[in-house]
C-alpha cells in the first residue's frame, strides 16, 4: 500500500480509536458513583425501576460493542506497524482500498469477509 493511501487511513483508526476510547471511558466512568446511583434509585417506582434495568443492560452491551470494535482498530493498527496493513489476514491478497477506506479497521477481503459470515472457515 502506499504511504499517499496509508498515512490517511492510519489517522482515521486513531481518531476511531480516540473517539471509542473516549465513549468507553464515558459509560464505565459516568457522571454518577454507585453510592450516589443506589441512592438515586432507592424510593422509585417499579416502572422507574425497570427502565433504570433496560438502559443499564443497553449500557453494558454497548460497552461490548464498543469495546469488540476497539479490539478491531488496534488490531489494524499493529497491522499498520507491522507492514501487513491492506493484506487479507486469510488469504493474503490485498483488501480493496474502497473496503479500506469504508471499513478502516476490516481484516479481509470481501471473498474472505463472506466466507467467515457464512460460517466456513478460510
Known sequence: MKPDELDP?????????????????????????RVEAAVAQFGQ???????????RDLAFALD????????AVQAALVRVREGTYGECVDCG????LARLQAS????????CQTRREQGHPH
Not at 417506582?45 to 438502559?55: F, M, P, V
Not at 491478497?93 to 480493496?96: K, R
Open 93 to 96: 491478497q490485498g483488501v480493496a
Open 64 to 71: 461490548e460493542h464498543e469495546s469488540a470494535e476497539l479490539n
Open 45 to 55: 417506582s417499579e416502572d422507574e425501576h425497570a427502565q433504570n434495568i433496560t438502559e
Open 9 to 33: 487511513l492510519r489517522q482515521r483508526l486513531l481518531d476511531i480509536r480516540q473517539d471509542l476510547m473516549n465513549r468507553i471511558a464515558q459509560q464505565r466512568g459516568g457522571a454518577m458513583g
Open 104 to 111: 478502516p479497521e476490516a481484516e479481509c477481503c470481501v471473498s
